[in-house]
């Protein structure tokens, strides 16, 4: 039997698929790899490997060795690097892709998160459906990075964990979704660290905002604040927080 070709259609699915699950759960009886699979007619087996493809192509991955089939490598590889220039619209065309094989639209796949836009129109509705669809998928990429749990309590509840930005989402359009640029933080922390009211520096350390230490006194903060004064992160899987993004942060936004 002649072997089936992958379509760049379907490896755009597998970059996707790459890049929202923890590398340790590449395998063929994960129920993510079999959905895929299942969509585009393929055995799961197939599908795992060409997760472990992407990984050979992934800077980290590379720096530990992993290495893969060089044919393989040679598929994703294109595919790799139009992700690496052109997140936004790779990402979010791999939603689409997806939608359409589950036989829906955007609009109704993603109808919760898109509450608001249905009466805009042309440009301004197209650019909106776009950034809010590529939030989620950002937010689902980072929350994998760090094992879905906040990296300062550990807290590992989806609906109180944010995809927090280092450098903020309306301040630098390249980085918007790369994910060196994002922290899994529980909304309070997210907030905190949003307005300025911690840092964290290159060494993954916390400090305190001057503003914030004036709480000290405040019967909250022991619980809240009080034993974040150099902590460190909880280190994700593979894409650690970039340091010239933190000393951005603690540049322009950190209240010092």
Not at 13 to 36: D, Q, V
Not at 130 to 138: E, P
């Amino acid at each position: 039997m002649e072997r089936r070709l992958w379509t760049r259609e379907e490896l755009i699915l597998a970059l996707n698929l790459y890049l929202r699950i923890p590398f340790g759960k590449i395998h063929h009886s994960n129920p993510e790899i079999i959905y895929l699979a299942e969509i585009i007619k393929r055995v799961p087996n197939a599908v795992s490997m060409r997760l472990s493809n992407f990984a050979s192509v992934d800077p980290y991955h590379q720096g530990r060795g992993i290495k893969g089939l060089k044919g393989g490598i040679k598929q994703v590889e294109p595919i790799w690097n139009e992700f690496i220039n052109n997140k936004e619209d790779l990402l979010f065309e791999s939603e689409k892709i997806l939608a359409d094989l589950e036989k829906q639209t955007i609009e109704t796949k993603f109808a919760e998160i898109l509450s608001g836009t249905e009466n805009l129109k042309g440009e301004t509705k197209i650019r909106e459906v776009k950034t809010r669809v590529n939030q989620n998928l950002f937010r689902q990429i980072v929350l994998a990075n760090y094992s879905r749990k906040c990296a300062i309590t550990g807290i590992d509840i989806p609906d109180l964990l944010v995809a927090s930005h280092i450098i903020p989402w309306s301040q630098n359009e390249e980085e918007r979704l790369n994910p060196e640029n994002g922290i899994c933080l529980s909304a309070l922390y997210d907030r905190a660290y949003d307005k300025g009211l911690i840092g964290i520096t290159e060494k993954f350390q916390i400090i305190l905002s001057t503003e914030l230490k004036t709480k000290v006194n405040k019967e909250y903060f022991p619980q809240t604040f009080g034993g974040l004064s150099s902590f460190t992160l909880q280190l994700p899987q593979k894409y650690f927080p970039k340091k010239e993004f933190l000393q951005f942060h603690m540049d322009t936004v950190f209240k010092g």
